[in-house]
């Protein structure tokens, strides 16, 4: 039903920045919050950041506060993750995806997900 294409991940130094983009289509009426994962080999796929798509609510997981910011563009229904002072553990593969309706501001890290992207692969070297 919604359709996700990730874009703008790469390779970057130590203390580099990239903005990712996530471009939805089909029927993105229905969404209600967007988030960005990450999963690197090995490792659980752990959410990164989210949006509340009406509100512009923005969650953040402990470790990339500071660094990273969501927002979005409702008309261009696309959700960007500008990622600044990049570390080495932030490489991975990054994915966007659709919250389902139990998405709550107040409680993220509970929302269920969907309509995954390809992901992007983002590497960031020492």
């Known amino acids: 039903q919604v359709r996700l294409v990730e874009s703008g991940g790469g390779l970057v130094h130590a203390g580099g920045s990239l903005r990712l983009s996530c471009a939805a289509s089909?029927?993105?009426?229905?969404?209600?919050?967007m988030g960005w994962f990450r999963q690197a080999p090995g490792k659980e796929r752990e959410i990164v950041a989210a949006?509340?798509?009406?509100?512009?609510?923005?969650y953040y997981v402990d470790s990339v506060k500071g660094r990273f910011t969501i927002s979005k563009d409702n008309a261009k229904n696309t959700v960007y993750l500008q990622m600044n002072s990049l570390k080495p553990e932030d490489t991975a593969r990054y994915y966007c995806?659709?919250?389902?309706?139990?998405?709550?501001?107040?409680?993220?890290?509970?929302?269920?997900?969907?309509?995954w992207g390809q992901g992007t692969q983002v590497t960031v070297s020492s």
């Open positions: 995806a659709k919250s389902l309706p139990n998405y709550a501001d107040y409680d993220v890290p509970s929302a269920s997900w969907d309509s």
């Open positions: 089909g029927r993105t009426f229905s969404i209600i919050a």
């Open positions: 949006i509340n798509w009406s509100r512009g609510t923005a």
